[in-house]
Protein backbone atom coordinates (compact mmCIF):
# COMPACT_ATOMS: atom_id res chain seq x y z
CA UNK A 1 0.00 0.00 0.00
CA UNK A 2 1.53 3.81 -1.17
CA UNK A 3 2.38 5.71 2.30
CA UNK A 4 0.88 9.49 2.53
CA UNK A 5 2.55 11.69 4.25
CA UNK A 6 0.36 13.52 6.65
CA UNK A 7 -0.36 17.34 6.32
CA UNK A 8 1.72 18.25 9.60
CA UNK A 9 4.99 16.07 8.13
CA UNK A 10 4.56 18.15 4.78
CA UNK A 11 4.45 21.16 6.87
CA UNK A 12 7.50 20.59 8.48
CA UNK A 13 9.06 18.96 5.28
CA UNK A 14 8.08 22.41 3.33
CA UNK A 15 9.49 24.76 6.24
CA UNK A 16 13.15 22.40 6.06
CA UNK A 17 13.47 22.73 2.20
CA UNK A 18 12.24 26.54 2.82
CA UNK A 19 15.47 26.98 5.44
CA UNK A 20 17.90 24.85 3.09
CA UNK A 21 16.56 27.43 0.18
CA UNK A 22 17.80 30.03 2.26
CA UNK A 23 21.16 28.76 3.84
CA UNK A 24 21.88 28.20 -0.37
CA UNK A 25 21.06 31.75 -1.01
CA UNK A 26 23.38 32.94 1.90
CA UNK A 27 26.01 30.83 1.06
CA UNK A 28 26.20 31.30 -2.62
CA UNK A 29 26.47 34.72 -2.32
CA UNK A 30 29.58 36.14 -3.65
CA UNK A 31 31.64 37.88 -1.33
CA UNK A 32 31.37 42.19 -0.71
CA UNK A 33 34.16 43.03 -2.52
CA UNK A 34 33.40 41.24 -5.79
CA UNK A 35 29.70 42.25 -5.71
CA UNK A 36 31.18 46.11 -5.43
CA UNK A 37 32.82 45.66 -8.41
CA UNK A 38 30.58 43.34 -10.27
CA UNK A 39 28.05 45.96 -9.75
CA UNK A 40 30.23 48.93 -11.20
CA UNK A 41 31.09 46.86 -14.68
CA UNK A 42 26.70 46.00 -14.95
CA UNK A 43 26.28 49.77 -14.51
CA UNK A 44 28.77 50.96 -17.29
CA UNK A 45 27.18 47.44 -19.08
CA UNK A 46 23.69 49.09 -19.25
CA UNK A 47 24.63 52.38 -20.12
CA UNK A 48 27.02 51.96 -22.91
CA UNK A 49 24.72 49.16 -24.43
CA UNK A 50 27.36 46.78 -24.09
CA UNK A 51 27.90 42.93 -22.93
CA UNK A 52 31.09 42.81 -20.76
CA UNK A 53 32.89 39.06 -20.85
CA UNK A 54 33.61 38.02 -17.57
CA UNK A 55 37.59 38.11 -17.55
CA UNK A 56 39.82 35.14 -18.14
CA UNK A 57 40.83 32.74 -15.06
CA UNK A 58 43.86 33.23 -12.92
CA UNK A 59 46.39 30.92 -13.62
CA UNK A 60 49.59 30.96 -10.97
CA UNK A 61 52.68 29.38 -10.91
CA UNK A 62 52.68 26.30 -8.17
CA UNK A 63 55.01 27.71 -5.17
CA UNK A 64 58.93 25.59 -5.24
CA UNK A 65 57.45 22.10 -3.34
CA UNK A 66 58.75 21.77 0.77
CA UNK A 67 60.56 18.76 -0.80
CA UNK A 68 62.55 21.26 -3.64
CA UNK A 69 63.04 23.75 -0.65
CA UNK A 70 64.54 21.65 2.15
CA UNK A 71 67.83 22.19 3.45
CA UNK A 72 69.47 18.42 4.09
CA UNK A 73 71.19 19.07 7.73
CA UNK A 74 73.83 16.37 8.92
CA UNK A 75 72.40 14.97 12.50
CA UNK A 76 74.03 15.22 15.58
CA UNK A 77 73.50 13.08 18.48
CA UNK A 78 74.85 12.39 22.30
CA UNK A 79 74.35 9.09 23.96
CA UNK A 80 72.64 8.45 27.28
CA UNK A 81 75.57 8.48 29.70
CA UNK A 82 76.14 11.94 28.15
CA UNK A 83 72.40 13.35 28.26
CA UNK A 84 72.39 12.06 32.38
CA UNK A 85 75.67 14.42 33.04
CA UNK A 86 74.10 17.09 31.70
CA UNK A 87 71.99 17.41 34.29
CA UNK A 88 74.34 19.22 35.93
CA UNK A 89 73.92 22.70 33.98
CA UNK A 90 69.93 22.04 33.23
CA UNK A 91 70.16 21.12 29.07
CA UNK A 92 69.41 17.26 29.84
CA UNK A 93 65.47 18.47 30.09
CA UNK A 94 65.96 19.80 26.49
CA UNK A 95 68.29 16.90 25.37
CA UNK A 96 65.25 14.50 26.35
CA UNK A 97 62.42 16.82 25.17
CA UNK A 98 64.21 16.22 21.16
CA UNK A 99 65.19 12.52 21.76
CA UNK A 100 61.46 11.92 22.37
CA UNK A 101 59.21 9.87 20.15
CA UNK A 102 57.49 13.73 19.67
CA UNK A 103 60.70 15.09 19.41
CA UNK A 104 61.67 13.37 16.34
CA UNK A 105 59.09 14.52 14.47
CA UNK A 106 59.39 18.22 15.00
CA UNK A 107 57.67 20.55 12.54
CA UNK A 108 60.07 23.18 11.27
CA UNK A 109 58.54 26.15 14.01
CA UNK A 110 59.03 23.44 16.78
CA UNK A 111 62.56 22.15 15.84
CA UNK A 112 64.16 26.01 15.08
CA UNK A 113 62.81 27.34 18.81
CA UNK A 114 64.71 23.90 19.99
CA UNK A 115 67.81 24.46 18.02
CA UNK A 116 68.03 28.35 19.10
CA UNK A 117 67.18 27.10 22.81
CA UNK A 118 70.18 24.22 22.92
CA UNK A 119 72.17 27.21 21.66
CA UNK A 120 71.19 29.73 24.49
CA UNK A 121 71.52 26.97 27.09
CA UNK A 122 74.27 24.95 25.95
CA UNK A 123 76.75 28.12 26.87
CA UNK A 124 76.51 27.91 30.40
CA UNK A 125 77.85 24.16 30.34
CA UNK A 126 81.01 25.07 28.71
CA UNK A 127 82.25 26.10 31.92
CA UNK A 128 80.09 24.60 34.32
CA UNK A 129 82.72 22.32 36.76
CA UNK A 130 80.46 19.86 36.93
CA UNK A 131 80.42 18.60 33.56
CA UNK A 132 83.82 16.43 32.52
CA UNK A 133 86.09 17.93 29.99
CA UNK A 134 85.55 15.39 27.75
CA UNK A 135 81.98 16.31 27.44
CA UNK A 136 82.24 19.69 27.50
CA UNK A 137 84.93 19.47 24.34
CA UNK A 138 82.13 17.49 22.96
CA UNK A 139 79.28 20.02 23.90
CA UNK A 140 81.04 22.78 22.50
CA UNK A 141 81.68 21.08 18.86
CA UNK A 142 77.66 20.44 19.26
CA UNK A 143 77.24 23.68 19.83
CA UNK A 144 79.97 24.57 16.82
CA UNK A 145 78.09 22.68 14.67
CA UNK A 146 74.49 23.90 15.47
CA UNK A 147 75.70 27.64 14.96
CA UNK A 148 76.93 26.63 11.07
CA UNK A 149 73.43 24.49 10.88
CA UNK A 150 71.15 27.17 12.42
CA UNK A 151 70.79 29.02 8.91
CA UNK A 152 69.28 26.06 7.23
CA UNK A 153 66.78 25.37 10.30
CA UNK A 154 66.02 29.12 9.41
CA UNK A 155 65.42 28.46 5.99
CA UNK A 156 63.14 25.24 6.63
CA UNK A 157 60.81 27.46 8.78
CA UNK A 158 60.33 30.20 6.47
CA UNK A 159 59.78 27.60 3.15
CA UNK A 160 58.09 24.63 4.71
CA UNK A 161 55.67 25.43 7.50
CA UNK A 162 52.28 25.46 6.68
CA UNK A 163 51.24 28.13 7.98
CA UNK A 164 53.70 30.41 6.36
CA UNK A 165 53.19 28.84 3.22
CA UNK A 166 49.21 29.16 3.55
CA UNK A 167 50.00 32.95 3.51
CA UNK A 168 51.59 32.54 -0.40
CA UNK A 169 48.50 30.72 -1.34
CA UNK A 170 45.12 32.88 -2.28
CA UNK A 171 42.37 32.89 -0.23
CA UNK A 172 39.01 32.05 -2.24
CA UNK A 173 37.50 35.72 -0.92
CA UNK A 174 39.06 38.98 -1.35
CA UNK A 175 39.69 41.75 1.73
CA UNK A 176 36.69 43.02 2.70
CA UNK A 177 35.85 46.39 1.88
CA UNK A 178 36.02 49.33 4.85
CA UNK A 179 37.71 46.97 6.59
CA UNK A 180 41.25 46.93 8.10
CA UNK A 181 41.08 43.99 10.50
CA UNK A 182 43.86 41.82 10.91
CA UNK A 183 46.34 44.59 9.19
CA UNK A 184 47.67 45.51 12.59
CA UNK A 185 48.25 41.87 13.89
CA UNK A 186 50.32 40.73 10.66
CA UNK A 187 52.42 43.16 10.89
CA UNK A 188 53.35 42.41 14.07
CA UNK A 189 53.82 39.11 13.41
CA UNK A 190 56.19 39.95 10.23
CA UNK A 191 58.11 42.67 12.68
CA UNK A 192 58.48 39.60 15.17
CA UNK A 193 59.86 37.10 12.57
CA UNK A 194 62.11 39.97 10.89
CA UNK A 195 63.43 40.29 14.72
CA UNK A 196 64.02 36.65 15.30
CA UNK A 197 65.76 36.56 11.79
CA UNK A 198 67.72 39.58 13.30
CA UNK A 199 69.53 38.00 16.48
CA UNK A 200 69.97 34.41 14.45
CA UNK A 201 72.08 36.55 11.93
CA UNK A 202 73.90 38.58 15.31
CA UNK A 203 73.99 34.92 17.14
CA UNK A 204 72.56 36.66 19.75
CA UNK A 205 71.08 33.27 21.18
CA UNK A 206 69.25 34.42 24.65
CA UNK A 207 67.56 37.33 22.57
CA UNK A 208 66.53 34.66 19.62
CA UNK A 209 65.39 31.93 22.09
CA UNK A 210 63.05 34.30 23.82
CA UNK A 211 61.27 34.67 20.47
CA UNK A 212 58.54 32.49 20.45
CA UNK A 213 57.71 31.76 16.39
CA UNK A 214 54.59 30.13 16.47
CA UNK A 215 52.76 33.25 18.38
CA UNK A 216 53.76 34.88 14.86
CA UNK A 217 52.34 31.59 12.85
CA UNK A 218 49.42 31.82 15.10
CA UNK A 219 48.47 35.50 14.74
CA UNK A 220 49.14 35.12 10.87
CA UNK A 221 46.74 32.03 10.77
CA UNK A 222 43.88 33.46 12.86
CA UNK A 223 44.17 37.53 10.35
CA UNK A 224 44.83 35.19 6.94
CA UNK A 225 45.47 38.94 5.79
CA UNK A 226 48.56 38.09 3.28
CA UNK A 227 46.52 35.58 1.44
CA UNK A 228 43.54 37.92 1.43
CA UNK A 229 46.05 40.92 0.10
CA UNK A 230 47.35 38.58 -2.45
CA UNK A 231 44.01 37.32 -4.04
CA UNK A 232 42.49 41.11 -3.49
CA UNK A 233 45.71 42.68 -6.33
CA UNK A 234 45.73 39.82 -8.14
CA UNK A 235 41.51 39.53 -8.85
CA UNK A 236 41.94 43.66 -9.03
CA UNK A 237 44.17 43.38 -11.32
CA UNK A 238 42.83 41.04 -13.77
CA UNK A 239 39.27 42.33 -13.49
CA UNK A 240 40.24 45.33 -14.20
CA UNK A 241 42.43 44.53 -17.24
CA UNK A 242 39.58 42.75 -18.56
CA UNK A 243 37.42 45.87 -18.23
CA UNK A 244 39.94 48.37 -19.81
CA UNK A 245 40.53 46.08 -22.73
CA UNK A 246 36.54 45.88 -23.60
CA UNK A 247 36.04 49.60 -22.66
CA UNK A 248 38.50 50.35 -25.11
CA UNK A 249 36.98 48.95 -27.80
CA UNK A 250 33.63 51.28 -28.03
CA UNK A 251 33.21 53.80 -30.19
CA UNK A 252 32.45 56.91 -27.96
CA UNK A 253 31.40 58.99 -30.41
CA UNK A 254 28.45 56.84 -30.95
CA UNK A 255 27.47 57.59 -26.88
CA UNK A 256 27.38 61.06 -27.27
CA UNK A 257 27.38 62.51 -31.24
CA UNK A 258 29.65 65.10 -31.99
CA UNK A 259 30.76 65.60 -28.65
CA UNK A 260 27.65 67.18 -27.17
CA UNK A 261 25.72 66.75 -24.06
CA UNK A 262 23.34 64.18 -24.06
CA UNK A 263 20.83 62.39 -22.25
CA UNK A 264 23.48 59.54 -20.61
CA UNK A 265 25.71 62.40 -19.51
CA UNK A 266 24.39 62.78 -16.02
CA UNK A 267 24.53 58.81 -16.07
CA UNK A 268 28.03 58.89 -16.67
CA UNK A 269 28.67 61.63 -13.98
CA UNK A 270 26.72 59.28 -11.43
CA UNK A 271 28.45 56.26 -12.19
CA UNK A 272 31.93 58.02 -12.19
CA UNK A 273 31.65 60.21 -9.20
CA UNK A 274 29.46 57.25 -6.87
CA UNK A 275 30.31 54.12 -8.25
CA UNK A 276 34.18 54.41 -9.33
CA UNK A 277 35.41 57.00 -7.09
CA UNK A 278 33.34 56.68 -4.44
CA UNK A 279 33.54 52.79 -4.04
CA UNK A 280 35.85 50.52 -6.18
CA UNK A 281 38.36 53.42 -6.37
CA UNK A 282 37.84 53.75 -3.01
CA UNK A 283 38.23 49.76 -2.00
CA UNK A 284 41.81 49.77 -4.66
CA UNK A 285 43.07 52.70 -2.44
CA UNK A 286 42.66 50.16 0.70
CA UNK A 287 44.48 47.58 -0.53
CA UNK A 288 47.16 49.51 -1.77
CA UNK A 289 47.37 50.96 1.80
CA UNK A 290 47.48 46.78 3.17
CA UNK A 291 50.04 46.27 0.70
CA UNK A 292 52.20 49.17 1.19
CA UNK A 293 52.32 48.16 5.20
CA UNK A 294 52.83 44.59 4.62
CA UNK A 295 54.99 43.47 1.62
CA UNK A 296 58.03 45.21 2.58
CA UNK A 297 58.14 43.25 5.54
CA UNK A 298 57.21 39.96 3.51
CA UNK A 299 59.54 41.15 0.65
CA UNK A 300 62.66 41.13 3.79
CA UNK A 301 61.64 37.91 5.21
CA UNK A 302 61.84 35.83 2.22
CA UNK A 303 65.34 38.40 0.53
CA UNK A 304 67.68 35.56 -0.81
CA UNK A 305 65.47 32.56 -0.43
CA UNK A 306 63.64 30.32 -3.51
CA UNK A 307 60.33 31.76 -2.93
CA UNK A 308 61.45 35.24 -3.03
CA UNK A 309 60.43 35.16 -6.89
CA UNK A 310 57.07 33.52 -6.10
CA UNK A 311 56.62 36.09 -3.77
CA UNK A 312 57.17 39.04 -6.15
CA UNK A 313 55.10 37.34 -9.01
CA UNK A 314 52.08 36.88 -6.47
CA UNK A 315 52.37 40.20 -5.23
CA UNK A 316 54.17 42.83 -6.41
CA UNK A 317 53.77 41.74 -9.53
CA UNK A 318 50.33 42.60 -10.23
CA UNK A 319 50.21 45.70 -7.51
CA UNK A 320 52.49 47.36 -10.24
CA UNK A 321 50.03 46.24 -12.63
CA UNK A 322 47.16 46.92 -10.91
CA UNK A 323 48.37 51.13 -10.57
CA UNK A 324 48.94 50.64 -14.35
CA UNK A 325 45.24 49.25 -14.99
CA UNK A 326 43.83 52.01 -12.98
CA UNK A 327 45.43 54.81 -14.30
CA UNK A 328 44.43 53.25 -17.74
CA UNK A 329 40.94 53.28 -16.81
CA UNK A 330 41.39 57.26 -15.63
CA UNK A 331 42.18 58.15 -18.89
CA UNK A 332 39.50 55.93 -20.80
CA UNK A 333 36.97 58.41 -17.71
CA UNK A 334 38.70 61.50 -19.21
CA UNK A 335 37.76 60.53 -22.10
CA UNK A 336 34.36 60.47 -21.82
CA UNK A 337 33.79 63.61 -20.43
CA UNK A 338 35.84 65.02 -23.21
CA UNK A 339 32.86 62.98 -25.83
CA UNK A 340 30.42 63.50 -23.12
CA UNK A 341 30.93 67.22 -21.94
CA UNK A 342 28.46 68.31 -18.78
CA UNK A 343 26.21 70.97 -20.21
Known sequence: MAKFYSS???????KLLSLIAVVFVVTGCSDPAQSLMDDYASRLSRTLALELQDPAPLALQPLPSITAT????????????????????GLDLLLGERNSSLGKVMPPSQRLKYELAFLQQVQPCLTNPDIAPDLQQKLSGLAFD???????????FLQQDETLR????????????????????????????LALQKSIVQQNWQQASSINPELALEALYKANTLSQLQ?????????????????EQLDL???????????????????????FIGKVQLYLAQVDGTYQQLYPLLQQLYQGTALAQPIS??????????????????VWWKEIQQQCPKS
Not at 70 to 89: K, M
Open 70 to 89: RADIAATSITLVELAATRAC
Open 8 to 14: NRLHHLT
Open 313 to 330: QRFEVPHTELKAELKRHV
Open 146 to 156: KTAQIEKHWQN
Open 231 to 247: QSLRFSQNWLQSLNQQL
Open 166 to 193: QQLHPYRNLSEPDSVAGVAETMQALHSL
Open 253 to 275: KAQCPAGKSSDKTDIFNTILLQY
